[in-house]
């Protein structure tokens, strides 16, 4: 079989179902809201999730152990716990659109930290990107319009930021250390979870109210979204070269916007779209900068 050929079908096939089950997601986070506190889902979606990743890694005979255990809760705290902590809380009130782009601004704070916490300096095509974002945000928000309610905005830049030091702390890690991925994700998530546990019982949040919504909500998310969303994803990275897999995720938050579009009506304005195309095109800029240099 012709490789590009394999490429062209398996490759692409796989990209589109691993973007369509993580936009999914999206759809189902905010369909749940009003049936569980956002703290109590991500304690529930994180422990449960490790749980099955711990039963694929058992079942597939991938090394139990480990990985360096300071490390590995700093990016259970970040890349899980903050990360989702801030999504779910600002999908109370804000749109699938606008929170999904927030949190896919990550690009730009992977290079922030780097520069900070790993010294690899930033290019001018690193800049470019930034400043093509950071436009791009100020059409998102709309200030001419008056502020609104700016907390799902601010919140959503927050879970970028949080996945963006949990992805340079998972950088380290790797370099460092090596860890058998499916293992380390299992760990992290389930330091996630745990941490998140008890916030769940100390801040006032709803009942979750156990009905067919939420448990088809949350099967979706624990065994679609984060398992085989995870698998997928691995399957995508060995099978498409890196720099077509990175730029991938660029159609996560569209396809959300658009389903939540379809599904809840969530109809953005012209300036949320132009703003969208342009923090989009500031990804995708960064996306395909050269590695950072290392500050000497």
Request: glycine letters at 12%.
């Amino acid at each position: 079989m012709d490789v590009s050929s394999s490429f062209d079908r398996t490759g692409l096939a796989l990209m589109i179902s691993t973007i369509l089950v993580w936009a999914g997601s999206w759809i189902a986070m905010k369909l749940i809201v009003p049936y569980i506190g956002p703290f109590d889902f991500v304690a529930l979606r994180y422990v449960v999730g490790s749980l099955v990743l711990f039963a694929l890694v058992i079942a597939t005979r991938r090394p139990l152990a480990m990985p360096p255990w300071k490390l590995t809760l700093l990016i259970g705290l970040t890349q899980t716990a903050g990360f989702q902590g801030f999504v779910q809380t600002a999908l109370v009130s804000g749109g699938v659109g606008k929170v999904s782009l927030m949190a896919y601004t990550m690009p730009f704070w992977v290079v922030l930290f780097a520069w900070g916490l790993l010294g690899e300096r930033p290019t001018a095509r690193h800049g470019v990107g930034i400043g093509l974002a950071a436009i791009g945000l100020i059409c998102f928000v709309e200030p001419w319009n008056g502020l609104g309610d700016i907390r799902p905005v601010l919140l959503g830049l927050g879970s970028g930021l949080c996945w963006g030091v949990g992805t340079v702390l998972s950088k380290r890690m790797f370099d460092r250390h090596a860890p058998d991925v499916m293992t380390f994700t299992a760990w992290q998530m389930l330091f996630g979870g745990l941490v998140m546990t008890p916030v769940a019982f100390l801040v006032p949040q709803m009942t979750a109210q156990w009905g067919w919504p939420l448990w088809t909500g949350m099967t979706y998310i624990v065994f679609i979204a984060t398992a085989a969303g995870w698998l997928l994803w691995l399957q995508v990275v060995r099978r498409v070269p890196a720099s077509i897999a990175g730029l991938s995720s660029l159609g996560v938050p569209v396809v959300a916007m658009l389903l939540a579009w379809l599904i809840l009506s969530e109809q953005p304005s012209l300036g949320e779209l132009g703003g969208m195309v342009l923090i989009l095109a500031g990804i995708f800029v960064v996306s395909r900068a050269a590695p950072a240099a290392r500050a000497t």
